[in-house]
């Protein structure tokens, strides 16, 4: 008995079960403190929807050999700009939303083409490269988003020039997908239609991957020496799965705002790959390796415990400067331990 009890935690892995616990230990510490579970759980399900195929978008970036990619503000970027066209192009509802991710789909290819082609010349600084290189393209933006030609009333300043630091999308296609077919039960309301866009993305990357493009990247990453050795371009292969991790981070974005209800531009963009990061860590992938159920599991954990940690903490410290410190060493605090477990396969490993 205590043998498979042994195997049990070492195949969850005891980080996870602890996570797994303190969530659990959350969702009893509302009840007592009568707060609503099924706001807070209809709250983690959007949360899921919205930030999941950010998430996602470090399956390639891990499995092509690049490692965790903190360089995903450049595919956010990417993102943003389709999504400001399709507003300066003046649509509204699903088309917009679906022009906006059209339009980011190249734009990010280009960008994650160009990213890649850094990456293959700094082999074995992938990490730190893509960190510097995503915080280089958010300051580099700042200056873009001042000098772009955009002549919307929606997006421009009304006095002076350049774009506004918050866009809002009420008009335009707030939260199309969380309404779609959304339906309530038992008091908890679920967004069909922004976890049906996760799915549909989670099984886009599985056919990506089981693809024979897919599989040679997987090789490559790896291992590069056998891949080359089997006549695998190794380099190509890389540029592959980078572009793709862009790309999906280009769209994640688009899907991340629309259910937010807004676009923010300039700063905002700067840490966004570290809780993705921190999600996909915390799933059980490792900087070597990731699974689609990785990101699924991972995302669920990370965003559940935003949702139920943070009205519970304001619950329990009233003080408003309190509350406020608490949040940031809750969320903080989940992203820092999940990249002391960056160096190897801690968790569920």
Known sequence: MKNRIKHLIDKIGLPRIIII?????????????????????????????????????????????????????????????????SIEMNLRGFTALFVAILISIPISAIVGYLYALLLNKVKGSEMMVSTYAGFSAVSLMCIGWLLFPFQSAELKWPIGKGLRTTITLTDR????????????????????????????????MWLILRSKKGV????????????????INVDKSRIFGTMLSTIFGAVGIIVYAQSYGFYQLYQAPMMMGFAA??????????????KISHVVIGTILFQGLLTMGLPVANKIVTEGNLAEVVRI???????????TKVGGGDIGE
């Open 329 to 339: 060493i809750l969320s903080n605090g989940i992203i820092l331990y999940a990249l």
């Open 216 to 231: 040679s990247m997987i090789a490559a990453g790896s291992n590069s020496n056998f891949a080359q050795a089997s006549g």
């Open 277 to 290: 990061v921190a999600a996909i860590l915390i799933g059980g992938a490792s900087a070597a390796n990731a």
């Open 173 to 204: 296609y707030d939260k199309q997908l969380d309404k779609f077919l959304s339906f309530k039960l038992a008091g908890v309301k679920f967004p069909t239609g922004l976890i049906l866009m996760f799915l549909f993305c989670c099984l886009l």
């Open 21 to 85: 616990t303190f969530f659990l230990f959350l969702c009893v510490l509302s009840l007592m403190l009568k707060l609503s579970l099924q706001d807070l759980i209809s709250d983690t399900l959007v949360r899921v929807g919205m930030n999941g195929i950010l998430v996602l978008a470090m399956v390639p970036g891990i499995l092509c050999g690049i490692g965790l990619n903190f360089g995903l503000p450049l595919g956010i970027l990417a993102g943003l700009i389709g999504g400001l066209i």
